[in-house]
């Protein structure tokens, strides 16, 4: 995806003549059902309903359905739920486990401790919050949202922004088919629809591709710090009755990651049995030769977490992207003809590990600034005044209070960096905001992270069980990912010779370990030479890390046809 590809347009032309697409209008068009996007329909939809008033409000999904693709732990802070709907429990939202025991445990190779929770800042505590499927909860806030009148089409990936004649945002292009593996058209070539609105609002998640080009095309980012994220893996086990233990939250750092590599391990308990076991790495991680899915694997050999899957089957398997900048990486938020909302401006809490709240709200903000500059009579310019709610918000609050950890984490490590963190959020907490730290800054990106390959051993890891620890390719089934093989890789490379020529004697090329996913290899001829770099697109489960930890920025992520991905249940 590049500017090159945008389509320019005026607002009165209606559909491009020379794409041979038509056009629909819309007051809001959003792009994403993800938390923030069903939020900001359904706000949409009752704000019109109490002012006796009409908005149509599409929303677009790149999923073949709402779900397919979310992904999250999931333990949810109800908040928002309870400001959007306040009958949701009447309504049977499937925030079907309440939280009855929250632990906080440090692995070592040969044991653990279980550290007291009490010293920890009271919004660390998960009393009061759901396990649940976020794929689920979507599901469910989709059917909330058309029966208001909201408009849902999943399968329908926006791949190009459609610009008015002044530059600003006029919609998006979605729903285009057919293409080939070498670009042609092919027989059942669909061009797509554009789909045009007075605001378009982009939740399409950590490290979306239309996001991507709207922070660079208005400098969304200026002034602001480089965005930092994790990459989260999750597997759902059933495990036997006397292994289930409903509303167990436990929460873990240390092994097997060292003190330099930040991440850890969550595990919750919730539903027909389920155990949703997540690890999560920080991906300003220095060690080239680290592969999060094989320490994932490792992770689960350890008596602590294996005592809770003995006797159980993994079902189901995912990675994603997760966002870690925080409050000093939050973009601008709005650009001309509309806005940024969820995890596409990086909302999440990280020490909580929780952002689907945050990216409610988000959507619900975004919905009541767009909802009074339409029925203004406004369209197309920037809206400011979501920013300034953003501002005032809950939201930004929490944001601010947790603003240090991260770069706490990456300066000391994760022990002392804990201790630091925890501090610092309990002075910020009681001195009305006040850090001793003042607001530390992040640094390098992700990518500029990346040790090299010379200065670190490589990692030889132990071959999966098929019990506990599998492999990437059967992992990757789980996740009832597909993708159509005569199409064009979604995956791009800027310059196909620099993973040889660069990024394999620099840095061990180290998208063959990062990918969670087992969609790049280096392969060898007979003789063990002449290296040449493989892209399996089809085995991608859209996690977004590739564009993300590449040491040479050389991979970009863009949208394949849509339905294509994974399909995750109960994820």
């Given at each position: 995806m590049s500017e090159d590809h945008l389509a320019d347009q005026g607002a009165d032309q209606g559909a491009d003549p020379d794409s041979g697409r038509e056009a629909m209008e819309y007051d809001v068009v959003i792009v994403g059902a993800g938390p923030a996007g069903l939020a900001a329909a359904i706000r949409l939809k009752q704000l019109a309903q109490a002012a006796g008033a009409e908005i149509s409000v599409a929303v677009l999904e790149k999923g073949s359905e709402v779900g397919a693709h979310i992904l999250s732990g999931a333990v949810i802070d109800p908040i928002s739920m309870d400001e959007l709907i306040p009958d949701w429990k009447a309504l049977g939202a499937p925030l079907e486990t309440a939280v009855s025991d929250d632990k906080f445990v440090m692995l070592g190779p040969q044991g653990s401790l279980e550290i007291p929770t009490w010293p920890m800042p009271g919004f660390m505590h998960n009393k009061g919050n759901y396990i649940a499927s976020l794929g689920n909860v979507c599901r469910w806030l989709a059917g909330q949202a058309e029966a208001l009148g909201v408009e849902i089409y999943p399968g329908m990936a926006a791949s190009d922004l459609v610009l008015a004649a002044d530059g600003s945002v006029r919609g998006v292009v979605a729903g285009v088919f057919g293409v080939d593996k070498d670009g042609n058209k092919g027989a059942d070539y669909q061009?797509?629809?554009e789909l045009l609105a007075k605001y378009t609002f982009i939740g399409e998640g950590v490290r979306g591709s239309l996001a991507k080009v709207l922070k660079a095309r208005f400098n969304l980012g200026d002034g602001r710090e480089p965005e930092k994220y994790g990459i989260g893996l999750k597997e759902l086990w059933q495990v036997p009755a006397d292994r289930f233990l409903p509303g167990l939250v436990v929460h873990t750092v240390g092994w097997p990651l060292d003190n330099q590599t930040g991440g850890g391990s969550f595990m919750y308990h919730f539903g027909d049995n389920y155990v949703a076991l997540g690890f999560v790495v920080h991906l300003n991680y220095k060690n080239p030769w680290i592969s999060p899915f094989d320490e994932f694997q490792r992770l689960k050999h350890h008596p602590e977490i294996a005592k809770h899957l003995e006797g159980g089957r993994r079902i189901s398997y995912g990675a994603r992207a997760i966002s870690e900048g925080g409050l000093q990486s939050v973009p601008k938020l709005h650009f001309p003809g509309g806005v940024l909302v969820g995890d596409s401006a990086g909302f999440m809490n990280v020490p909580r590990i929780k952002g689907s709240h945050n990216a409610m709200k988000s959507g619900m903000l975004a919905a009541e600034a767009a909802f009074a500059a339409i029925q203004a009579g406004r369209s197309g310019d920037e809206l400011v005044e979501y920013e300034q709610a953003y501002r005032g918000s809950r939201v930004r609050k929490e944001l601010h209070t947790v603003r240090n950890a991260k770069p706490l984490w990456s300066r000391f490590g994760t022990m002392p960096g804990s201790a630091f963190a925890i501090f610092d959020m309990w002075c910020t907490s009681l001195l009305g905001g006040f850090s001793l730290f003042g607001t530390l800054k992040h640094g390098k990106t992700d990518a500029e992270?990346?040790?090299?390959?010379?200065?670190?051993?490589?990692?030889?890891?132990?071959?999966p069980d098929g019990v506990l620890s599998f492999d990437k390719l059967s992992s990757v089934f789980l996740s009832n990912t597909n993708h159509d093989e005569n199409q064009p890789a979604h995956l791009k490379l800027k310059d196909p010779a620099v993973p040889i020529m660069v990024n394999l004697p620099k840095y061990g090329e180290p998208a063959r370990l990062y990918c969670p996913a087992g969609v790049y290899e280096v392969l060898y001829d007979d003789k063990g030479e002449n290296p040449r770099f493989q892209i399996n697109f089809q085995n991608c489960v859209h996690c977004k890390t590739c564009d993300i930890k590449d040491p040479s920025q050389n991979i970009n992520w863009t949208t394949?046809?849509?339905?294509?991905?994974?399909?995750?249940?109960?994820?």
């Open positions: 061009p797509g629809v992270s990346t040790g090299l390959a010379k200065d670190y051993e490589p990692i030889v890891y132990p071959k394949p046809q849509g339905g294509d991905g994974p399909n995750y249940p109960n994820m």
